[in-house]
C-alpha cells in the first residue's frame, strides 16, 4: 500500500480512484532487489488509458515554495536511477513518471494548473513528466544531497497534466 501518512500520495491515489484510473499501491514497506542491488520503490502503477503503463513516483511539494519560488522540482539520483532499473524490470509498455503534486498554498496559484485536486480541504496542482524527459534536462543541484533538478523554464514547459499520462479527466 502507498504510505497514506505522506499527503501528497495520499493526494494523487486519491485523485485516481475519482478519475477512475486503475492502479496498484506500491508497498513501500518492501525492499527490492534486483541483480545485487537494492532499489528504491515507486508509488504506483497506473494503467494508463493514453500511452504507455506507468511506474509513478510522487513528488509533492508546496507552491510556491520558501521565498516565492514556484516549480520546485528536485529529485534525487537514486529516485532517478531505481526508477530506470524498474522500467527495465517491467520492460516494454511500462514508463518512468514523475507526478509534481503541489500544494497550493497561495492566492491564485491554481490558475497555473490545468489540473488542480481538491483533497482534505486543500487544492494540489498536479503534474508530471516522463522520466527519461527529466533526466535528459536535469542538472545538479546538491552534490552532497545527490540532487539533481530542472530549471524552472525548461520545467514548465516539459511538464503535462497529469490527466494527459493516466487519461483520466477529474
Not at 28 to 48: N, P, Q, R
Not at 66 to 72: I, P
Not at 81 to 98: H, K, M, P, Q, Y
Request: with cysteine; glycine share 12%; net charge neutral.
Amino acid at each position: 500500500m502507498a504510505n497514506r501518512n505522506v499527503i501528497y500520495e495520499a493526494c494523487f491515489e486519491d485523485y485516481l480512484r475519482q478519475a477512475g484510473i486503475p492502479y496498484v499501491a506500491v508497498d513501500e514497506a518492501k525492499k527490492a532487489i534486483f541483480a545485487g542491488v537494492y532499489l528504491k520503490s515507486f508509488d504506483f502503477v497506473v494503467y494508463s488509458r493514453a500511452g504507455p503503463n506507468l511506474l509513478v513516483d510522487v513528488k509533492g511539494r508546496r507552491f510556491p515554495y520558501r521565498g516565492g519560488r514556484r516549480w520546485e522540482n528536485w529529485a534525487t539520483r537514486d529516485d532517478l536511477d531505481s526508477l530506470a532499473r524498474w522500467e527495465e524490470v517491467f520492460g516494454s509498455g511500462f514508463a518512468g513518471l514523475l507526478v509534481f503534486c503541489y500544494h497550493l498554498v497561495g492566492d491564485g496559484e491554481a490558475e497555473r494548473f490545468e489540473v488542480v485536486h481538491g483533497f482534505r480541504g486543500e487544492s494540489y496542482g498536479l503534474v508530471g513528466v516522463y522520466r527519461s524527459a527529466y533526466v535528459g534536462a536535469c542538472r545538479t543541484r546538491s552534490p552532497a544531497w545527490g540532487t539533481v533538478s530542472v530549471p524552472t523554464a525548461a520545467f514548465r514547459d516539459m511538464v503535462r497534466p497529469v490527466a494527459a499520462f493516466c487519461g483520466g479527466d477529474a
